[in-house]
């Protein structure tokens, strides 16, 4: 017999290798293979087995399975195949993000020595050994006084050689040396369990039962869960995913944002104990091959995490949950595979036959119409749980507000500071957000206005006053502050503009000296710990105010924060992006969201220099219809989603000439443009140089009336860009191809 194996390599090529006998009954289609490849032996996937074997030179043969157990599964193979397929992405790559090479189903933890005394020990012994050996009878009184097993390690502080002294008292009879597995700390990013009486209310109840009913039906069922913040879409998660299990199967929870997981699996956690696997880029790299293993096993039942759980390797898959489904980190756009894991999601569905439940309480307008198209099932919790009840939301006009104060820049409105004021008296808690992080986002010449740009990319550097640096937030160049000069003039007075979250933490620790104040950017959540650690203190109440980028905006649930005040909810609004206004939207929406969520009443103030804008003053009336309905118009005239479908080819290079002229002969050569498509471009990306490569874009829009499922779309590129990373075509050159993505800029 032999096999076809991917590498994780750019080309589509696979190579044969013939299946020595000894593991002929343990190697399948999707098996992780050790092979010989250029006199290494390197890991490679198996996609196909045949009989014969029509390559005519020297067949190697694989030299052994890489997993003890079976890791990719027939419904998990022929996902791979299908993202492969869709996202133009080489298989052996895709196999490498599903299954990455440094992981493996074989992992063991470390061991650790533990001791524990004997019962019923030679009393003389012990007498003797206070005389002769001191510092054992020191030890042995320690490791007696409790029936447990001690560290060895935890000895340390007491003798020098803690382990000799073990072996000794081991060799005396008096104490057993037991070896434990060394657990990686998986619950350090994990709230404590938070128990719960619950009491589902009617709409609670209909949707549960619908969607009990489907994973009863061990088919393909999809729903699009619409419920106002705080309507319990989480404690519904819970319940549905306890009838997975009980019907012996296993479920993944995606979530958008790694701030969201420590609280979320923490009430998971509580209910269902430590089947409850964590799964998120963060992990250590002990905790990720530990959990993966465990995956693989069959040990954990749930798995919970960011967007690439989606290809976690459980085993007959029931449920999969997709919270927050509109948001853009569910995107990979970083590196191929290039995929939507809200997408992936519901095609995993399809093929585990499992029930699909994407929810959020401002979905996405794709999902929105695809429920319009009643090619969704739609679920609908309209009311926030219990008593709970919608804030009240202020608008701030700041134009008219700075005209009347005379301030300019000014960055806290006199409302918002009487609020904040008002919630600390009442010792309840504030959230603010603004979401660009660094203190100022912008530092220009005083002189002559230019902006301190990166050396690297055509992007303006933010001030970060904690380092006294300016860093570039896409390549991390930085410089430090000091001696700084216009880069045009030379001139050395610099004004520091724009409100970064450090300046609003600044602000208000000037302005309420007393208030206790904690920060959530990119900056200060490094890792998954500091993340839960500040989550875990403002929940607790050590912080009076939580200061955050969007991070702080979605899903969280703290009783006690009664305030949300955006402090310039205009950012974004005018980017040129077909979603920005969407994007807006969510966020008010969303923010509002953290406010009033228990038995206190909520309160909202929006900051803003468009109060006339339709979208902020539908976010501020929480009147979602309106603003589906407004913008389904606009998509609908510009042809964007979700009615069309949309592709966009990113060609990047280091030099400029050469980039273009390789785009025009693609475009030049653009074969089989059907009507109903639209080619746009060759156009600068938004951002047109990064890291010292120029950025230019293709995009293809393919209407849905003529291309109702994107087949003529994938057709169209697939057939024009098959070379796209032929490398001997692009010389230095990249090109990049992104499906259904999720901005244009
Ligand atoms: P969402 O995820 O929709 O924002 P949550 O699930 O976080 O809403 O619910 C909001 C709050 O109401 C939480 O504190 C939650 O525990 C509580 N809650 C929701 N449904 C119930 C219920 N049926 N019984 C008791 N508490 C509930
Ligand atoms: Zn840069």
Known sequence: MFADVAFPIRSFQTFT????????????????????????????????IKKNNS??????????????????????????????????????????????????????????KHVKAKKNNNLD???????????????????SEKDIAHKVSSFKNIVSNPLQICISLKDKGLIKLINKIKLPDINQSVFEPVFKDIVFNRDQTIVINKISLALKKNNFNSFLLHGVTGSGKTEIYIEVVRNCLAQKKTAIVLLPEISLT???????????GDVVAIWHSKLKSSQRSWTWGKICTGDFKIVIGARSAIFSPLKNVGLIIVDEEQESSFYQDSKEPRYHARDVALMRGSF??????????????????????????????????????????????????????????????????????????????????????????????NDCGAHVMCSQCKVALTYHKNNNKLVCHFCSFSIVNDKLVCQECRNSKL??????????????????????????????????????????????????????????????????????????????????????????????????????????????????????????????????????????????????????????VEFVGPNQPSLLSLI???????????????????????????????????????????????????KFIRKNFKNYNNKKLLGQNKINIYFDPISLI
């Open 262 to 272: 420590p609280q979320i699996a923490g009430r998971f956690r509580a209910v269902f």
């Open 495 to 648: 004004i520091y503009s724009g409100t970064g979250t450090q300046k609003v933490e600044q602000l208000i620790q000037q302005t309420f000296p007393k208030s206790k104040i904690c920060r959530l950017d990119m900056d200060t959540s490094k890792s998954s710990m500091g993340i839960t650690s500040v989550l875990k203190s403002f929940s607790n109440q050590e912080f009076d105010i939580l200061i955050g980028t969007q991070m702080v905006a979605k899903g969280l649930d703290f009783p006690n924060a009664t305030l949300v005040g955006i402090i310039n909810a205009d950012l974004g609004l005018y980017l040129p992006d077909f979603r920005a206004t969407e994007k807006v939207f969510q966020l008010i929406y969303q923010a509002s969201g953290r406010a009033g969520r228990s038995t206190k009443k909520g309160e909202v103030v929006i900051q803003t220099y468009s109060p006339n804008s339709s979208v902020i003053k539908n976010a501020k009336n929480l009147n979602i219809a309106k603003f589906y309905e407004n913008e389904l118009v606009d998509r609908e005239e510009l042809n964007y989603p979700p009615y069309s479908w949309l592709a966009k």
């Open 55 to 112: 390559y005519l030179g020297p067949i190697k043969k694989i030299i052994e399975p890489v997993d003890k157990v079976q890791v990719i599964t027939l419904p998990l193979w022929d996902l791979i195949r299908w993202v492969s397929k869709y996202y133009m992405t080489p298989i052996g790559k895709v196999a490498n993000s599903v299954v990455p090479k440094s992981l493996s189903s074989n992992f063991q933890p470390q061991l650790e």
């Open 664 to 714: 025009e002969k693609f475009k030049h050569n653009l074969k089989g443009i059907y009507t109903g498509l639209d080619v746009l471009g060759p156009a600068p990306c938004f951002l047109e140089k990064l890291k010292n490569n120029y950025r230019f874009q293709l995009v293809f829009k393919s209407k849905k009336q003529i291309d109702p499922n994107g087949i003529y779309l994938h």
């Open 17 to 48: 290798y013939s299946i020595p006998n000894e593991h002929a009954s343990n190697i399948y289609i999707g098996t992780r293979v050790s092979v010989p490849f250029r006199n290494k032996a390197i890991q490679g996937i198996v996609v196909n």
């Open 125 to 143: 012994t012990v007498i003797k050994l206070k005389k002769t050996a001191p510092k054992q009878f020191l030890v042995y009184k320690i490791i």
């Open 352 to 445: 585990e036959k499992s029930t699909v439940l994407v929810a959020s309480a401002t979905p996405s307008l794709e999902s929105y119409y695809n429920f319009q198209q009643k090619k969704i099932e739609y679920l609908r919790l309209p009311k926030r749980y219990g008593v709970a009840k919608y804030p009240k939301v202020h608008i701030v006009d700041m134009l008219s507000n700075q005209e009347e104060t005379g301030k300019f820049d000014q960055v806290i409105s006199g409302l918002l500071q009487d609020k904040i004021e008002e919630k600390l008296n009442k010792k309840e808690q504030i959230i603010l957000i603004q979401n660009r992080r660094g203190f100022s986002p912008t530092v220009k010449c």
